[in-house]
């Protein structure tokens, strides 16, 4: 995805990511239902970051927690998924 400024500001800590859908895993499982719905990779850049973030901000590459359940919203066209700061692991250094 290119890097386009969404017109899109999370409120409180959230933070908006890209939503990396697969129908299918590696190996070759075949991934329905919730699975599909899910967060599948956890290295994701940051399009937008709520003005309670303390720690991450827009841009960040961060990594987040594999079990983390987000809010799957499309904005400006693109599938994304929101979460609170809190899921962050870490964030990345460039």
Known sequence: MANKKLNFLPTRDWLVLPLVKKD???AGIILTGS???SL???ILKV???GPECLLVKEE???MVHPNTEGLVVTIDDIECIMINEFSVCGV???
Do not use: F, R, S, Y
Request: charged share 30%; net charge negative; no cysteine.
């Open 24 to 26: 299918e895993t590696d």
């Open 35 to 37: 699975a599909k719905k």
């Open 40 to 42: 599948q990779t956890n």
């Open 47 to 49: 399009l937008a970051a």
């Open 60 to 62: 960040d590459t961060v």
């Open 92 to 94: 990345i250094p460039q």
